[in-house]
């Protein structure tokens, strides 16, 4: 049995997933107690680096470059006081206290560490979610996700051989249209649609001329009577046109039952067939979570929480963000969003402060300050909810834009502060300036 961390005297404090959650509160308590000796804070995650995940769309369609906005774990680990660990946890003993690493494996199928274990007194699972495809045959072998960065980066290498292959067959004058499929209308697959028009049509400014916007038929499919369940009808009645006005092919109450080589299979027999299949809908936790160490999952394996955050069976083991199920009092349940595990996040470091100091724990309520729905550079639309407001309050065009884009300096402050913040705002405008608009490798 091999202990990767010492066990000092001082309490260890251990985050599984350093995403959008998870790394802000690593770097909150590494910040606070790390760098005083006052707790040892690990964490892990499976990846040397981290890019918000609201941003592989963008990665997708090549927007943007992971390589120039990703974070790496150990350098900012080494700033921020809190410890770092490469590895895939894979179980979990809640009698010794211990979180298990599976072996580390190279691409060439070598060992490079051993299975490890991680001991803990205060553990946070982090880990956020994967997508589901409800186990409907040929999804997994022939779509492609957005889960992570490499797969983002997968589907990009994919997108520009196939524009590549496409603008070569219509310079032959072949008269062909490059065909993808989006299955799920949430705002991973809205966004998704929207960029791959941007990168058309960028791209014909990088000698790909022979095909642009208008050779490009992106299909939406939604199983449900329309996209965006989650949103207001007006901002889903408002991106369906701005959709339509790209060229996107919306098709509501179209479920997929199979999917085959280049095309998926509809509940009424129809065969959709597109050059790229991307599956997009819905999300749920990752399979080993279910049942951990007898902790209450729910039905999508997320683990079950209490208000304070703590796992319904284990005060020692607390869980944010997409993989934790948390009711609030009005019965609903808090989404999986960004917005979400930052609050989480925030939550957690308060309780964590407040335990230690022996005072209450405080119970969380989500706050919903609104939703927004990016379509590339075409158009942002959503709503912001609020006391300012007065409730809900629908917005469009540059103030989304702004608003949109916000979201992700938030996360940056709460990593970097306000002034590396403002840094990587102003490298960013650099960049903007002096890269070509579009990754084109
Ligand atoms: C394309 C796309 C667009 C989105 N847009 C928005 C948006 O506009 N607004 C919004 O609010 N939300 C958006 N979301 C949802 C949002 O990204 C998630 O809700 C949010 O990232 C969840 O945060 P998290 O901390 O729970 O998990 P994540 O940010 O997913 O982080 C999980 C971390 O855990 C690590 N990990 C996973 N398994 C293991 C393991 N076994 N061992 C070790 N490490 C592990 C991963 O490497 C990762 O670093 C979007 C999601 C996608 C995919």
């Keep these: ?3 990767d961390i010492k066990t000092p005297d001082i309490e260890q404090i251990v985050i599984i997933g350093g995403g959008a959650g998870g790394l802000e509160l690593a ?10 000796g006052k707790a040892h804070v690990t964490l892990i995650d499976r990846n040397n680096t981290h890019l918000w995940k609201p941003l592989l769309h963008e990665v997708a369609a090549g927007s943007l470059d992971a390589g120039v906005d990703e974070v790496n774990y150990r350098g ?14 894979c179980d979990l003993n809640r009698d010794q ?16 560490l051993a299975e490890r274990r991680v001991r803990y007194d205060q553990l946070v699972f982090a880990l956020g979610s994967v997508t589901n495809d409800f186990n409907i045959p040929g999804i997994d072998e022939h779509c492609l996700k957005l889960d992570a960065p490499g797969q983002a980066e997968r589907f990009h290498r994919r997108l520009l051989n196939a524009f590549l292959r496409q603008d070569r067959a219509r310079a032959a004058g072949q008269d062909q249209q490059l065909k993808l499929v989006i299955v799920g209308g949430g705002a991973t697959g809205v966004e998704l649609s929207a960029e791959l028009y941007n990168s058309a049509k960028v791209l014909q400014d990088y000698d790909l001329d022979h095909i642009g916007p208008e050779h490009l038929q992106v299909s939406l499919l939604e199983a449900g009577p329309r996209i965006l369940p989650a949103l207001p009808d007006r901002i889903a009645g408002s991106v369906i046109t701005e959709l339509g006005k790209l060229g996107v092919k919306v098709r509501h109450n179209t479920q997929v039952v199979r999917g085959h080589k280049g ?9 959709i067939e597109g050059d790229i299949l991307v599956w997009a ?13 007898g902790l209450e999952s729910a039905r999508n394996n997320q683990l079950m929480v209490n208000e304070t955050l703590q796992t319904t069976r284990d005060e020692r083991i607390w869980a944010l963000g997409d993989c934790c199920a948390c009711p609030q009092p009005d019965g609903s349940w808090v989404p999986p969003r ?14 964590l402060q407040r335990q230690k100091a022996g005072k209450p724990m405080l119970a969380y309520r989500y706050k919903d300050h609104g939703s927004l729905i990016s379509l590339s550079r075409f158009s942002t639309v959503g709503s912001l909810m609020g006391n300012l407001t007065g409730g809900s309050m629908m917005i469009e065009g540059r103030i989304a834009r702004l608003v949109y884009i916000s979201l992700y300096r938030q996360h940056q402050m709460a990593l ?12 960013d405008r650099l960049n903007h300036a002096i890269r070509p608009r579009l990754k084109l490798h």
């Design 416 to 427: 970097h502060g306000v002034t590396r913040t403002l840094m990587l705002a102003l490298i």
């Design 263 to 271: 095309a998926l299979e509809t509940k009424d027999g129809e065969m």
């Design 281 to 293: 809908a819905g999300v749920r936790a990752p399979n080993f979570l279910k049942d951990i160490a």
């Design 76 to 89: 900012h680990a080494r700033r921020n006081h809190f410890h770092f660990i490469l590895g895939s946890v």
């Design 27 to 36: 770097t909150q308590l590494g910040r606070r107690w790390g760098r005083k």
């Design 97 to 112: 206290r211990e979180v298990v690493l599976a072996p580390l494996v190279d691409e060439d199928g070598q060992t490079v």
């Design 338 to 351: 960004a917005q979400s595990a930052h609050q989480m996040a925030s939550h957690i470091l308060k309780n």
């Design 1 to 3: 049995m091999n202990h």
